[in-house]
């Protein structure tokens, strides 16, 4: 996923530089070098959450050992659940890397010799992008598919012309829904890594921190160090969360921002605060 939003957020600045003459061009080329940076940390977020499943698993298997003896089942159940999960989220990735796409042949489509064949380019994309997207849909992580409902149809600026203006009233709708249902799932990710670092946080408690003190022997020396790293990791698990509902709120402005290019409403500061929630965003992972 390396390159997920990197040729996302440079096509916005070129489609948002035809509808507004190049007058902020600063800014543009801000929020694609932002972008670049973005998706470096998407990447790393959802390496997280797939850590972070298979942690919570293992340590549950951990636990209930300690409380019942686990069974092959048990493990088996327990893997199947990590691989659902593990699914997901490659989903997500592959939806991510197919909008990239999109946005990446949109750009060739404004300066393509042969419109053509990069139109057929777009439209295969287009039609793997709405497969995967439906399939999102279909995921119990889904939220209510109502949140699809209002998302109207843009009216292309003026300013746009020729075949991109021609795809762009085509298939604004499709990625305005692929954009919100990108939006909605890392949300919902969001909710379930939640309750995920919840539980995780309440079995490393017991079986890291509390178990070993309850032995009757104390901590041996040597061990004291990792016993005081796993109670500071415990504490400092919830930060995981506020990364990933930081992300969707980035992906929430960059998804305004192409709605104002497209119809030629793009200002300074919805650009600056874009690139303002995705600073933030890169904060949170670099603490």
């Known amino acids: 996923m390396l390159d997920n939003f990197r040729?996302?957020?440079?096509l916005v600045a070129v489609v948002a530089a035809l509808s507004t003459g190049c007058k902020y061009t600063k800014q543009y080329q801000q929020l694609s070098e932002?972008?670049?940076?973005?998706?470096?940390?998407?990447?790393?977020?959802?390496?997280?959450?797939?850590?972070?499943q298979i942690d919570l698993s293992s340590e549950k298997l951990l636990l209930?050992?300690?409380?019942?003896?686990?069974?092959?089942?048990?493990?088996q159940d327990s893997k199947q659940r990590d691989r659902?999960?593990?699914?997901?989220?490659?989903?997500?990735?592959?939806?991510?890397?197919?909008?990239?796409d999109y946005f990446s042949t949109l750009r060739e489509l404004a300066y393509s010799d042969t419109p053509e064949?990069?139109?057929?380019?777009?439209?295969?994309?287009?039609?793997?992008?709405?497969?995967?997207?439906?399939?999102?849909?279909?995921?119990?992580?889904?939220?209510?598919?109502?949140?699809?409902?209002?998302?109207?149809?843009?009216?292309?600026?003026?300013?746009?012309n020729g075949v991109l203006r021609?795809?762009?009233?085509?298939?604004n709708p499709?990625?305005?829904?692929?954009?919100?249902?990108?939006?909605?799932?890392?949300?919902?990710?969001?909710?379930?890594?939640?309750?995920?670092?919840?539980?995780?946080?309440?079995?490393?408690?017991?079986?890291l921190v509390i178990l070993p003190l309850e032995e009757e022997k104390p901590i041996p020396h040597d061990l004291i160090p990792q016993w005081t790293q796993n109670r500071k990791k415990m504490f400092l698990m919830s930060r995981q969360v506020e990364e990933i509902n930081q992300a969707s709120s980035a992906l929430e402005g960059f998804k305004q921002i192409y709605t104002a290019s497209v119809e030629g409403k793009v200002?300074?500061?919805s650009l600056n605060d874009v690139i303002k929630d995705i600073d933030y965003f890169l904060a949170l992972l670099n603490k």
């Open 117 to 160: 064949t990069t139109k057929q380019e777009i439209e295969t994309i287009a039609t793997n992008l709405e497969a995967v997207g439906l399939k999102l849909q279909n995921h119990r992580l889904f939220p209510t598919k109502s949140v699809l409902g209002n998302l109207g149809k843009l009216v292309v600026s003026s300013k746009i």
């Open 64 to 75: 209930n050992d300690r409380l019942s003896n686990q069974t092959l089942t048990d493990y």
């Open 7 to 10: 040729k996302t957020f440079v």
């Open 166 to 171: 021609k795809e762009l009233e085509e298939r």
């Open 84 to 100: 659902e999960m593990l699914a997901v989220i490659k989903d997500i990735s592959d939806h991510n890397k197919l909008l990239t």
């Open 267 to 269: 200002n300074p500061k």
């Open 174 to 207: 499709l990625i305005l829904k692929e954009l919100t249902i990108q939006q909605e799932m890392l949300k919902a990710l969001g909710e379930t890594m939640n309750h995920n670092i919840n539980e995780l946080q309440q079995q490393r408690e017991q079986l």
């Open 34 to 52: 932002a972008g670049d940076k973005y998706t470096i940390a998407v990447d790393q977020l959802l390496n997280k959450a797939r850590e972070l």
